[in-house]
């Protein structure tokens, strides 16, 4: 049986089990620095792009096929998950049947929406992205489905935190020129008081993305960010080491099934499938002869995908 569940190594919130709600590279936005490559489907429209009968049967067996809980169960994937309609009621369903703590990634895109703040509501942690404030960086990076304001999301934000009673991480993706002069920060750095997240997460550029111009900030130039926007503020590194691996008995499977979900080191699937170096290079050789998998170097660093990027 093919899952819509991944073991997800996140630079967020470690290790974590990734439900993806959304056919692939169906998003609100088309970002200029994104991993998954350019949008393919441009949409606000909210359905139930994938059956949550599926979703919720299929994650009762696959928690069974665990040998150690994950940290988070985190919704995600491959798309904006809050154009997923039946998002609400998944998120009350995990609750029912585990006591996993629920986490949702998203761009925030939709938070102008009532039905959007309310879905999220029974979330333990949601973590928005907001990397502008200004309509024109807005547009440069994200590259928004035309109809989005950048006012309004920002808007949707503050309300959901006032009736959210779990945490808010907020990040802040930065790329070189786009949105990482003073006067942006400052910006952000204002309404960033009116949304009051609990953390302000600082990001760049550190996989292939979809577009070349895409450039990461220095170390140096994130920690003076850093010290702009306060205490709550941290840098969140490329990948957080799990203390448990998660093994299945077909690993190659679960390679492919991870790294079609974004690109990945060898050190990044050793950490989130609990193979031994080695042995993880062992698997990838294989499928790369086979040629459904891709090798990419960048920032020194070699990540193995599916798809082209």
Known sequence: MEYVFGPVPSRRLGMSLGVDLIPYKTCSYNCVYCELGKTTKKTIIRKEYVSKDLILTQLAEYLTLLNSPPSYITISGSGEPTLNSKIGGIIDEIKRITTIPVAVITNGSLFFMDQVKEDLLKADIVLPSLDAVSTLVFKHINRPEPSLDINEIIKGLIDFRKGFSGKIWLEILFCRVLNDDHAEVERIREKI????????????????????????????????????????????????????????????????????????????????????????????????????VHYTLHNHRGYYHVKNI
Do not use: W
Request: charged content about 30%; proline content about 5%.
């Open 193 to 292: 008081e009116d949304i009051k997240p609990d953390k302000i997460q600082l990001n760049t550029v550190v996989r292939p993305s979809t577009e070349d111009f895409a450039y990461p900030l220095s170390e140096k130039q994130l920690v003076s960010i850093k010290e702009i926007l306060g205490a709550r503020a941290e840098l969140i590194s490329d990948i957080v080491p799990s203390e448990k691996g998660i093994t299945f008995a077909n690993k190659e499977e679960k390679i492919l099934n991870l790294i079609s979900r974004r690109p990945c080191t060898c050190d990044d699937l050793c950490m989130a499938l609990g193979l031994h170096y080695n042995e993880a290079l062992k698997y990838l050789d294989k499928l790369l002869k086979e040629g459904g």
